[in-house]
């Protein structure tokens, strides 16, 4: 099984308008989509899923008080280190900004509070009414933190169902940025697209994403995108790739087309077939030559 993860060191790159081409073109027998930009999943925007199963995610434990049991001491406000614990008529914690420590469970004097698990998502595993193929993709509950724990769940599930179906092909539309869910997004797969632009920090960008992929040790390769709206910058990219012997398996022209694609809900290769959606194209059959 092949899995390949399209990554960008910050969000907005077009890591997603790849992505989301990639789905139409790999044939549906082959593919799983895998959405593993959980904080900010669009996706679904153009895949349309339609959800088969839906698991929760219990991402860790919060301190939960007894108010029946609590004499009011304030020793739990005191301990606590991230002043996750207020008092009103009654003691009670704000689970956005408790940590989970259990400093206050073992403090209590009338062990009014225990930890509790707090679910802090859901994934799901739905068939994309647009291509047809299974999707797994996911949800944060709204002030939790992007999760790497959650972004596993989606892998996992992804590549049991490709098991199950005896799918070929993982495309994982990756978490952005170089953090724990990025690290996540391309653990163990077969081979990582990085995809960069030609903008004021694209190359540091770059450069950040492709030293962890490097500890990681993936095989992967660049995309710059919309490369021709800044040709200087374009080419610093280019040099840096070539002194580290870093493939570029392509290069995306600015193309209207994109836009109006994803206003629409549309994947650029399924609504045109400009010069963008020619480009990736050219990129998907590299990587079909290079991996399959
Ligand atoms: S578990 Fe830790 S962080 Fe949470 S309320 Fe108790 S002391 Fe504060
Ligand atoms: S330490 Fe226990 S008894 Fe004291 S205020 Fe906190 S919950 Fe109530």
């Known amino acids: 099984m092949m899995q390949i993860a399209v990554v960008s060191g910050k969000g907005g790159t077009g890591k997603t308008t790849l992505s989301a081409s990639l789905a139409f073109l790999?044939?549906?027998?082959?593919?799983?989509?895998?959405?593993?930009?959980?904080d900010?999943?669009?996706?679904?925007?153009i895949l349309n899923p339609q959800i088969e199963e839906s698991h929760g995610y219990v991402g860790g434990k919060k301190a939960?008080?007894?108010?029946?049991?609590?004499?009011?001491?304030?020793?739990?406000?005191?301990?606590c280190r991230f002043d996750a614990i207020y008092v009103t008529d009654h003691y009670f914690v704000d689970k956005y900004a408790c940590e989970g420590c259990n400093a206050c469970v073992v403090a209590c004097p009338v062990n009014a509070i225990e930890l509790v698990d707090e679910?802090?998502?859901?994934?799901f595993l739905s068939t994309s009414r647009s291509i047809g193929a299974p999707m797994v993709h996911a949800l944060l509950e709204p002030g939790e933190e992007t999760s790497g724990g959650l972004i596993a769940e989606v892998r996992k599930l992804a590549i049991a169902v490709a098991k199950k179906e005896k799918k070929e092909v993982i495309v994982?539309?990756?978490?952005p940025g170089i953090g724990c869910p990025a690290?996540?997004?391309i653990t163990g797969v077969t081979y990582v697209v990085i995809v960069t632009e030609p903008s004021m920090s694209g190359l540091h960008d770059l450069k950040r994403i492709v030293e962890l992929t490097r500890q990681f040790r993936r095989d992967f390769g660049v995309v710059i995108n919309k490369y021709d709206i800044n040709l200087e910058k374009s080419k610093d990219?280019?040099?840096?790739c070539e002194e580290e012997g870093i493939e570029i398996i392509g290069k995306i022209p600015f193309d209207s087309d994109v836009v109006k694609a994803n206003v629409l809900g549309k994947a650029v290769v399924e609504y045109s077939d400009g010069k963008a959606s020619k480009a990736i194209i050219k990129i998907f059959k590299k990587l079909q030559e290079k991996l399959l």
């Open 172 to 175: 994982i539309d990756g978490a």
């Open 40 to 45: 900010a999943p669009n996706l679904h925007l």
């Open 119 to 123: 679910k802090s998502g859901d994934y």
């Open 237 to 240: 990219i280019e040099k840096y």
């Open 26 to 38: 790999f044939k549906k027998e082959e593919l799983v989509m895998s959405d593993c930009d959980v």
């Open 183 to 185: 690290s996540s997004s």
């Open 64 to 79: 939960e008080i007894d108010v029946d049991r609590c004499v009011m001491c304030d020793v739990c406000r005191q301990v």
